[in-house]
């Protein structure tokens, strides 16, 4: 349980940079696929996370 509330919360500062980033840059594209690149997809899995069903 521990790490479910420490993944909604990790997504939720996630989303509130996200959404910064979109108003700050709401005219500039570039800039909003800019930082989902670079910020977003260069995550590392969690290896504290619990095994799913079926594994």
């Known amino acids: 349980?521990?790490?479910f509330i420490k993944e909604q919360v990790e997504e939720v500062?996630?989303?509130q940079d996200l959404l910064a980033v979109v108003r700050r840059s709401e005219d500039d594209l570039n800039a909003i696929e800019t930082y989902v690149e670079r910020d977003?997809?260069?995550?590392?899995?969690?290896?504290?996370?619990?095994?799913?069903?079926?594994?």
């Open 1 to 3: 349980m521990q790490w």
């Open 40 to 55: 977003l997809a260069a995550a590392a899995p969690d290896t504290t996370a619990p095994k799913q069903a079926g594994e």
């Open 13 to 15: 500062a996630t989303m």
